[in-house]
């Protein structure tokens, strides 16, 4: 299954703590660059507001994701 794996560009990786996520990762794809939730969501955010940077204060976990609906 990993070597079907390895021909895509982008392999995403989700699910809950402890479910050996960062193990797979470095055990199959050890060659590929790891990114992990806050590089998303701080590349997401430079995209998506024009460069502006993110940064901790003012996030919530619990509403994240719903001002883009809110204001779309």
């Known amino acids: 299954m990993y070597d079907k794996l390895k021909n895509y560009d982008i392999v995403l990786i989700i699910g809950n703590y402890g479910a050996v996520k960062s193990y797979t990762v470095k055990t199959y794809f050890s060659e ?12 997401l955010k430079s995209m998506t507001e024009h460069g502006k940077g993110w940064d901790p204060i003012g996030w919530d976990e619990d509403t ?6 809110i204001a779309g």
């Open 32 to 43: 590929r660059k790891r990114i992990n939730r806050l590089e998303m969501r701080q590349m």
């Open 64 to 69: 994240e994701g719903l001002d883009s609906l």
